[in-house]
């Protein structure tokens, strides 16, 4: 069994319902989002306060620490406790977070829904990242996965207002986690994998947000080849993408796609689609 620090188990309902009005007049009960800040500590430092759906608190503590390399080992977590009544999750580590300082001092604000913020000189370790050379996905797989994520139920398709982020062994959904932030929910889904000690080399990240550098970046560093969105990419997501040999693909709904990058690892079927 993989190591686990101590945890709570905090979640939050990720919906509220309250009444609105529609434009006949009527009083409709209508679930909302839920929405709350969430202050990390790490060794009772104060490292950022995240605006989050609540649905994975301690996932998405220990993925954002992962994702900005503030933690290099999931054996340095002690316990990751949080606290609503104040608001807070509070990481104890077995040993100080490495050069904690300079990357604090170093910060590179992304285009991460709310504010995204990544720490340390980015294409310094974009460098030391490296991804499975031999890693392949079919057009199959990919319509089977778009499939996937169109039935899967989700607080999108009740009360929108957040975005969603899969992980996924060939058409397979492994997890689902929405939040407020797309960059929250890779945090979580990080953190789970962290947890769990998945590895991401056999497998797909899709997302319902842009393809931002931030996007590449923090898919990247969780080992997984491919990253496919609904949406849109930006030029530094692609420039990232084709130096990391990552396989980007966007605009992907039903059985239309884009294939940005990575070429070399995605087979189209013979059959031609509409």
Not at 4 to 28: D, F, K, Q
Not at 69 to 97: F, G, K, N, P
Not at 126 to 153: F, K, N
Request: glycine share 10%.
């Amino acid at each position: 069994m993989p190591y686990r620090p101590v945890l709570t188990s905090a979640a939050r309902p990720a919906t509220v319902t309250i009444a609105a009005v529609n434009e006949h007049g009527e009083v409709v009960p209508t679930p909302i989002a839920g929405e709350h800040p969430l202050t990390l500590y790490l060794d009772k430092r104060e490292i950022v306060t995240l605006m989050t759906l609540g649905g994975a608190p301690e996932a998405l503590a220990i993925g954002y620490l992962r994702n900005q390399r503030l933690i290099e080992r999931l054996e340095d977590i002690a316990a990751v406790q949080v606290d609503w009544e104040t608001d807070s999750v509070a990481v104890t580590t077995t040993r100080s977070a490495v050069d904690l300082d300079a990357r604090m001092g170093k910060r590179t604000v992304t285009t991460g829904c709310g504010q995204g913020t990544v720490f340390g000189d980015l294409m310094e370790e974009l460098g030391q990242i490296s991804l499975p050379a031999g890693a392949r996905l079919d057009e199959a797989t990919l319509y089977g996965l778009l499939d996937a994520v169109r039935h899967h139920e989700s607080i999108y398709k009740q009360a929108g207002a957040v975005h969603g982020c899969a992980l996924a062994r060939g058409s397979e959904i492994l997890m689902f986690v929405e939040d407020v932030g797309r960059h929250n929910a890779v945090d979580a889904i990080a953190g789970q994998m962290w947890l769990d000690g998945l590895d991401g080399g056999d497998k797909v990240f899709y997302t319902t947000g842009r393809l931002t550098s931030e996007m590449v970046i923090k898919t990247a560093q969780m080992g997984i080849p491919f990253l496919v969105s609904r949406s849109g990419l930006t030029q530094m997501g692609y420039d990232l993408a084709s130096r990391l040999g990552l396989t980007m693909i966007g605009r992907a709904q039903g059985k239309h796609y884009l294939l940005f990058t990575g070429a070399q690892h995605f087979h189209k079927s013979a059959a031609t689609h509409a």
